[in-house]
């Protein structure tokens, strides 16, 4: 199984362009988040899909969109990016959003660089 | 809110030491404790799990118990292997069902 792909794996964009990250799970899972990981800071919720149909602000919204354009698909796009948005972004997914059924599986990352 | 607190790292061992990785957490309900691995290159991904006080989660010769009282869920393996260099996160879900995440632990082991 492939688990959660993301793409692309690397990126550098200057500031004001805008791009978007796309991430696809194949293990039939309802829920889906973006983080960013930033040294020492752990990461950090963007957004999430609860389910198919819903999306919510995390702790770090700001600059972000996302779709969630099927139950396998969650893009986040930036639409004008920031050097303040130099990170690794990680998309991941779970089961679903409860308690019992939040074991998140992680993609291996995009590591985007803002100029 | 929730919080976790981890150690600080870098975290320098040499073969066959014994690894602990201390972590102590905020929360309000009663949370779910993981332990998450990042390897170079690679994605999270979970190491071990407790759901309720007093439980131990294992995996790969990891260990962590729930300990309620001081609100720890410290991590320790007794033998670490050079593959065993990552980076660990304390993470935390509780009444809101969104996982929260210690800074990370980068640990180096020296064959």
């Known amino acids: 199984n492939a688990g959660v792909t993301q793409t692309p794996k690397f990126q550098v964009l200057k500031t004001g362009q805008s791009m978007t990250l796309q991430c696809a799970q194949d293990?039939?899972?309802?829920?889906m988040y973006w983080y960013r990981q930033d040294p020492g800071m752990g990461l950090r919720l963007i957004y999430y899909s609860a389910s198919e149909g819903t999306t919510d602000k995390g702790e770090v919204p700001n600059g972000y969109n996302v779709s969630r354009l099927n139950k396998r698909e969650f893009s986040l796009r930036l639409e004008s990016a920031a050097p303040s948005q130099t990170s690794v972004y990680f998309c991941?997914?779970?089961?679903?959003?409860?308690?019992?059924?939040?074991?998140?599986?992680f993609g291996a990352g995009t590591r985007l660089s803002v100029l | 809110g929730n919080s976790v607190t981890q150690m600080e790292g870098p975290v320098t061992l040499s073969e066959e030491a014994f690894l602990t990785i201390n972590c102590t957490y905020t929360a309000t309900g009663y949370p779910s404790l993981f332990w998450y691995v990042q390897y170079p290159g690679e994605g999270l991904q979970l190491l071990l799990k407790?759901?309720?006080?007093?439980d131990k989660g294992s995996n790969k010769g990891f260990e962590a118990t729930y300990r309620k009282e001081t609100t720890s869920f410290h991590l320790e393996k007794g033998s670490v292997q050079v593959s065993d260099s990552a980076v660990y996160f304390c993470?935390?879900?509780?009444?809101?069902?969104?996982?929260?995440f210690g800074a990370g632990t980068t640990v180096t082991v020296r064959a």
């Open positions: 293990m039939n899972h309802n829920s």
């Open positions: 407790a759901t309720k006080a007093d």
């Open positions: 991941a997914s779970s089961e679903a959003f409860s308690r019992a059924k939040n074991i998140q599986y």
């Open positions: 993470a935390l879900t509780s009444n809101d069902y969104k996982l929260s």
